[in-house]
């Protein structure tokens, strides 16, 4: 058996920042009733060419294989988190393949939601620990803005496009991915899922060319389970590896928004200060949210050799998930 260490990131944003002020010109909004509620002031929204999900979720990885210090050839699995692959066929993961010239890899798309890429890691964690690949790349990528009601106050304000990637490599150190914890409930659909019909683009965002269904969302019911099932999954991490709140150094959520990331930080015994924040610069970038949040952390040098880091997501499924990790380098 090996350990599945982390030993790059890397992540990508889209050009175009929406301010608060330009959603106010279509829907009845403001700046200072949208940070008040989320925190968000702005996100980027995916407008140009070249700025795919597969050409997102590619130059992530391109990022975080330079980090590494990984070729191509090296890899042997890429796992793409994503609900907004590019075409329903070919999967985003084999885009990125294509992209990368990663010729000697499998790649596959997983579709939990905001909650892609933990189960994109797991998942990768589980091939890498089992022998049954050396080095792998674990994606989570969205351009959600091409899944929105833009007439929609409730969703089209918190949502961004984004990608992140990690490089995994199997390695026998006593250190990488500690323990992952995946949940869903299917009972629970119905507070966030998509319905067909979806047409209308707002002026400021010409170029968007929206895909045939469009994000509903429960947002009260929604926020109750989050909070909740993020709180629960995160106490049953810290238990089986027999840590304390004061043990994490670092913790990154998934960047829901900031009520919500609030909300649980008050239900642990984590410091709020410990909380790594962004949904201020990119809202809800869905699966993207945690690896660019990560990256971001990373080169910023606050993540150090041999801390214990704690990522925790949730999103539509409904899924959500805790990874404990010691970071490798």
């Not at 707002?202 to 929604?222: A, H």
Request: charged content about 20%.
């Amino acid at each position: 058996m090996f350990n599945a260490c982390i030993i790059g990131t890397g992540s990508a944003l889209p050009e175009k920042a929406l301010l608060n002020s330009e959603i106010g010109e279509f829907v009845d909004t403001s700046d200072e009733w949208i940070v008040r509620r989320t925190g968000i002031k702005e996100r980027r929204i995916s407008l140009k060419e070249g700025e795919g999900t597969a050409d997102l979720a590619a130059l992530a990885s391109q990022k975080a294989m330079e980090m590494a210090d990984v070729s191509p050839e090296e890899l042997d699995l890429i796992v793409v988190g994503t609900v907004t692959a590019d075409r329903l066929v070919p999967s985003a993961g084999c885009m990125v393949q294509q992209i990368l010239g990663a010729q000697n890899a499998a790649a596959f798309d997983i579709s939990a939601g905001c909650s892609g890429f933990l189960y994109a890691l797991t998942t990768v964690k589980n091939a890498t620990c089992s022998g049954a690949c050396k080095t792998a790349l674990a994606i989570g990528v969205d351009r959600i803005s091409t899944i929105l009601n833009w007439k929609d106050r409730g969703t089209c304000i918190l949502l961004g496009d984004g990608a992140g990637a990690v490089v995994v490599k199997a390695s026998e150190k006593e250190t990488g991915i500690l323990s992952s914890h995946l949940k869903s409930d299917g009972r629970l659909w119905e507070l966030l899922y998509s319905k067909e019909g979806n047409s209308y683009v707002p002026e400021c965002l010409e170029g968007l060319k929206p895909k045939s269904s469009y994000l509903v969302m429960d947002g009260n019911r929604l926020f109750k389970k989050a909070v909740n099932s993020l709180t629960d999954i995160a106490n049953q991490a810290l238990k089986q590896n027999n840590l304390s709140g004061e043990d994490i150094s670092i913790l990154v959520p998934h960047q829901a928004n900031m009520r919500i990331i609030q909300a649980t930080a008050q239900s642990l015994d984590i410091p709020f200060e410990k909380f790594y924040i962004n949904v201020d610069r990119y809202g809800n970038t869905s699966s993207a949210s945690i690896p660019l949040a990560l990256d971001e952390a990373n080169r910023k040098g606050l993540i150090k050799k041999g801390d214990y880091v704690m990522l925790i997501t949730f999103g539509a499924g409904l899924t959500w998930g805790s990874t404990v990790l010691r970071w490798c380098f």
